[in-house]
């Protein structure tokens, strides 16, 4: 998970919480209900994250009619897998919301 804040980026490494005891040195945190835009990224990391999170920011928003980014999260996803392999597939989420709703 990537969360800016008014210091920079925080870059955290996540899982699901399952209840119980949270370990020294941990923190639990709450991601907020929203809607998310999934991107697949396929090819090997971290060039195939960063080309695709390029392009997220330079063409898919700008040239998307309906959507808006929505907050200061995004959040990466590493499947299980060799991540240097041609074949491997991350994926980019970013919080996003409908620009009819935001008039």
Known sequence: MCHETSDG????IAGKYRGGPV???????????LTWAM??????VPEA??????????EWLPQNPDWLPDGDLFMEYYPMGDS???DYRSQVWIPV???????
């Open 49 to 58: 994250l960063q080309t695709v999170t390029s392009r997220i920011f330079t």
């Open 9 to 12: 980026l925080d870059y955290m």
């Open 23 to 33: 370990p020294e040195g941990f923190e639990l945190r709450t991601v907020p209900a």
């Open 84 to 86: 240097s392999a041609p």
């Open 39 to 44: 991107f697949d990224c396929p090819g090997p």
């Open 97 to 103: 919301k409908n620009k009819q709703n935001c008039r």
